[in-house]
């Protein structure tokens, strides 16, 4: 093997000229390796074009730095964990899985082995992305385990060092295939929906969509294979539609999946796939972890069958990468594993044990912040178990691998009676609230039963959380606030017209006008305030740095929202009603006491308005922004844990599964470790 010191939290690396894509291999930074950077550079290079003036570069430079480079290391990081171990995978290139002439000679990658093949096996995997026959279209495939998101990961970590070397080249984003859910969609148009729903962005200035015009964004896509065939075959047309007409494309999926589907991707220039592991690299990998698997293997019948093809023509078990760095940490000579479900589920029950437990806390040397403070307070197999498999079948069913707190929704809830809890707990809570604050604003007792009614009709709705909320007042923002503003003042103008015509046939013309246009520009003030705030708001990147984080920013835009919308509520609705009485008491505007009359009632119009302008702005604020939100995320949490489904603090749960190894975290979003251990949690019942 091919010798490597690295240093891990330096990040320097010496002798670094070696494959870092292979499952197994360690996530470490690279750019102090001068030999590794230049190659990365010249590849960036060759692939950007020059410039790209209507390209908003320093917004791709906060994106990359900020979400798209932390994201990928982390999960690079907790995917091969702290050991970092080295593990040899080599990768064969199929140019008929591209449509190209088998007639061309098939070559083989070796990775930290001897080359079968005259092609260089100690190149980074960008260089044969960068080959002139590929030009930057590459199709990954593999089987389940044998790495191929980590090859994904490491060559996207590739080519953002190199767009960050080499700025106006090259934008880099990872994409999860299994959110394409329309299947009239285009991959253009799925892009662009990705970008914004994932990253935030101002739509208005079409910061993503000149990306793609320009073409300087390089999709890396993962999970083709989830789609399931009927919506696989249908997504894999739009995306060999999309590659006849864009320059660059990554597209990993399982082997299986994408020989069934039937269709070749044939406007990609390259295929490679991911070989499964030799008796040597089997046995060199457990020898380096100290494991006595090997010499076991060779004498258990049972075991050496797991190194054999399967009659679907899988390779056997112990030639997947993952499975055998699973075996080398779980196996128990007393429970020996016959199957891939045995193996997982050793896994888990070595990572929730308590001896497991134990012996980490008692290891751990560098005085680990735990979540739980006590083995006693985390949670048991069964509850850990059972949260897991209903968080697995959850995401399974809406095709997606990221687990967003935020994002738990009411049609997760499977059982009737929860549905009928949440929609009653839901509906009594805010319409009561919403009934209270309409009744004391508008003094119509009458409300209080039309706010119960009108929030269980609303309780099914999606839960739809502000997830950027920063108080800014930059130009894009004013933009945006005066521009709602006119808007919801010409609205607002109308809305009191129409009012005060209808008041009018009762108190009088005067009276009823004032009145009506008062309260009209009220509500035009502060929803133009509201929605210029949060329109403008929007356009921040979306950095989900903590659990739940679009929930407490829902809540922190409730708060400002309504301090912002309060005093304005209470002067414009006191004068709204100090105007119309003095036209209608008549009061003579010419005498000399008309002053002092016009600061009394104006000063008692105030003082009744305190507690009117407190309903307003917490109305507006509970039912335009962020508070309805925060509510429907209570009380379907609130049902959750009632039915026993999820614990109550879900984000420290979600922690200790990942301390467990069961799950990765970067920032606010959770994944389980690996696809097939999502798979195995989903089939659980």
Not at 90 to 111: D, F, K, N, T
Not at 349 to 368: G, Y
Request: hydrophobic share 40%.
């Amino acid at each position: 093997m091919a010798r490597q010191d690295q240093s891990i939290e330096g990040s320097q690396i010496h002798n670094s000229q070696v494959q870092l894509a292979q499952a197994g291999r360690d996530a470490v930074s690279f750019q102090n390796s001068h030999d590794n950077q230049v190659i990365i550079n010249n590849a960036l290079l060759q692939l950007g074009p020059s410039g790209s003036p209507g390209v908003n570069w320093d917004w791709a430079r906060r994106f990359l730095e900020k979400k798209q480079l932390p994201n990928i290391r982390k999960r690079l990081t907790d995917t091969l964990g702290r050991e970092r171990v080295l593990m040899s995978v080599g990768l064969r290139e199929e140019l008929s899985w591209v449509g190209r002439s088998p007639l061309e000679p098939a070559r083989v990658l070796q990775i930290e082995g001897k080359a079968e093949a005259p092609l260089d096996p100690h190149q980074l995997l960008i260089e044969t992305f960068r080959r002139d026959d590929i030009a930057g279209k590459l199709l990954i495939l593999g089987t389940p385990g044998s790495g191929k998101t980590t090859a994904l990961l490491s060559l996207a970590e590739q080519l953002v060092c190199g767009a960050l070397d080499q700025p106006k080249t090259v934008i880099p984003v990872l994409f999860e295939l299994s959110t394409w859910r329309k299947d009239n969609q285009s991959i253009h148009d799925w892009l662009i929906e990705q970008l914004y729903e994932q990253h935030g962005g101002n739509r208005k200035a079409k910061v993503y969509e000149r990306w793609l015009d320009e073409q300087v964004l390089l999709p890396l896509m993962d999970g083709l294979d989830e789609l399931g065939f009927e919506r696989q075959q249908k997504c894999t047309q739009k995306l060999k539609t999309f590659a006849g007409q864009y320059p660059y494309l990554v597209v990993c999926c399982r082997t299986k999946e994408f020989t069934q589907a039937g269709i070749k991707l044939n406007t990609l220039n390259g295929a490679i796939r991911l070989e499964p592991l030799s008796d040597q690299q089997i046995q060199a990998f457990l020898q380096h972890q100290q494991s006595p698997l090997w010499s076991v293997i060779q004498t258990n019948p049972r075991l050496k069958v797991l190194l054999e093809t399967t009659l679907e023509g899988d390779p056997g078990l112990l030639r997947v990468p993952l499975f055998v760095a699973l075996a080398a940490r779980t196996y128990n000579p007393k429970h020996p594993f016959e199957s891939k479900t045995d193996l997982l589920n050793q896994y888990i029950e070595r990572q929730v044990s308590r001896d497991m437990r134990e012996s980490d806390r008692r290891n751990d040397l560098e005085k680990k912040n735990w979540v739980y403070q006590t083995l006693e307070q985390e949670p048991g197999r069964h509850q850990t178990q059972r949260t897991l498999v209903w968080l697995a079948q959850q995401l399974q069913k809406n095709n997606t691998v990221e687990l967003l707190i935020e994002h738990i929704q009411p049609n997760w809830l499977e059982k009737k009676r929860e549905r009928i809890r949440y929609r009653l707990t839901f509906g009594l809570v805010y319409g009561l609230i919403v009934g209270l604050l309409a009744s004391g604003l508008f003094a119509g007792l009458g409300l209080l039963l039309f706010g119960p009614v009108g929030g269980l009709l609303g309780a099914s709705a999606q839960i739809e959380p502000v997830e950027t909320f920063k108080i800014t007042l930059s130009q894009d923002v004013r933009r945006e606030i005066l521009y709602s503003l006119r808007n919801w003042l010409i609205g607002g103008f109308v809305f009191g017209l129409i009012v005060g015509l209808g008041v009018g046939q009762m108190y009088g013309l005067a009276t009823g006008l004032a009145s009506g246009l008062g309260d009209g520009l009220t509500v035009g003030l502060m929803g133009g305030l509201v929605y210029g705030l949060v329109r403008g708001l929007k356009q921040d990147l979306k950095l989900r740095s903590r659990p739940n984080q679009g929930i407490w920013n829902s809540l922190q835009s409730f708060l400002w929202i309504t301090a912002l919308c309060y005093p304005l509520s209470v002067v414009i609705h006191a004068s709204s009603i100090a105007f119309p009485s003095y036209i209608h008491e008549g009061i003579p505007y010419g005498e000399s006491a008309s002053g002092w009359v016009i600061l009394r009632d104006l000063w008692q119009s105030i003082s009744y308005s305190l507690l009117q302008g407190i309903c307003g702005a917490l109305l507006f604020g509970l039912v335009s922004v962020g508070g309805r939100a925060c509510l429907q995320h209570m009380c379907l949490r609130w049902v959750l844990q009632q039915s026993g489904i999820v614990p109550w603090n879900l984000a420290r749960f979600l922690n200790y599964c990942t301390e467990r190894r069961l799950l990765q975290r970067v920032g606010g979003t959770y994944r389980f470790l690996h696809r097939e251990l999502l798979d195995h949690f989903a089939r659980m019942t």
